[in-house]
């Protein structure tokens, strides 16, 4: 039996949730085009994402390591892949849209400069007076304007939602979201979901990066309640090889963390009287919230990262120097455009010098930056 795109639309009917949002009723592509016969709106969407240019470049992409570093640290790629399976487990168990929200996960940081929050600082500085640079909007732009893989359209003409959710990828984005993206109103459950799961991924893949780097140990993260607790409930089961105890804590606080996301949010749709995706987009705030104490273990364990890892001088020092190679590059392609590829020079009248510029270098994966950086300033490399 062939379960055609109409049978899965069906199936999404009969079992997600009433404010789960069902692919047949989206708000549509900006172009329109005719649907699949076998895949839904938010399946092609994703797989307009994994088979588009800045996802593969995520590869390369710092997530707080620089690439050549390790080859066992996280990079964008396999932390937007850590996201989207955690996504789809919360999103499984509200019994919303998985698709969708995989979508969401892994395209949320297609934006992101080259290494990591270091990069995006430096850009949001380079660019303070030529239209700014924020990762979410830079997402955006990709999505709706720099892939070019179709004929018919700009970019990847993704739906709506998809759209809405990664510029209100934050509470604080809702109210200041561009017109088109209904400003004011709450995205979808789905889209509501990602600040979390990829704050969940994030958090407890730098516990395991930074234990396995040395930078922070076990003695120092045990002040983290969050951590502790899962430490001791790993090591009441007699497990004594330290790769283990790190894997087992780590999946332990994804398991906690995830567990209380899916029941404080289950509690807030049942307070609210929540029946539909209008009800979430009228509600007047976000329903997806942890509980008040994992609030505050969350936040303490962020807290000690923030101090002991990402502020490691190991850590300072390799942001620091990421900060000169864009400031550099970002100086001489502005001073001389002609050294930009031909397809970036001929959108310089329609876009501006600078904002083509920032394209280009927030495109970059990590190694491509310090290629480009050697070829313009090494007189003994080849250009």
Known sequence: MRVDRVMQEAREDRELAPYGM????????????????????????????????SFRRLEYKTQVFVNHEGDNYRT???????????????????????ELTEALCLGHDLGHTPFGHSGEKVMSELMRDHGGFEHNRQ???????????????????????????????????????????????CPTLEAQLIDFVDEIAYNNHDVDDGLTSGMIDIDGLRSVELFRDSHDRVLARGIADPSVVRHQVVRGIIDRCSS????????????????????????????VAYSPAMQGHVKALKEFLF???????????????????????????????LQLPPNFQKRIPEDGLQRVVCDYIAGMTDRFALDEHRKLFDPLVKV
Request: glycine share 6%; aromatic share 6%.
């Open 139 to 185: 997402t955006l732009r990709i999505l709706e304007v720099l892939e070019q893989r179709y004929p018919e359209f700009p970019g990847l003409n993704l739906t709506w939602e998809i759209r809405e959710g990664l510029i209100k990828h934050q509470p604080d984005s809702d109210a200041k979201a561009p017109a088109a993206y209904a400003p004011g109103e």
């Open 22 to 53: 069902r692919s047949a009723r989206s708000r549509g592509r900006l172009f329109p085009e005719d649907e699949h016969p076998l895949r839904t709106r938010y399946q092609r969407d994703r797989d307009r994402v994994v088979h588009c240019s």
């Open 260 to 287: 209380d996301l899916i029941e404080t949010t289950l509690a807030h749709l049942e307070q609210g009287c929540i029946a539909s995706v209008e009800d979430v987009r009228r509600a007047g705030r976000r329903l």
């Open 307 to 337: 101090k002991n890892l990402y502020r490691h001088y190991r850590v300072v020092r390799m942001g620091d120097k990421a900060g000169r190679i864009l400031r550099d590059l970002f100086v001489s392609f502005e001073a001389e455009p």
């Open 76 to 98: 964008r790629l396999t932390h937007s892949l850590e996201a989207a399976q955690i996504g789809r487990t919360v999103a499984r168990a509200l019994g919303l849209n998985e």
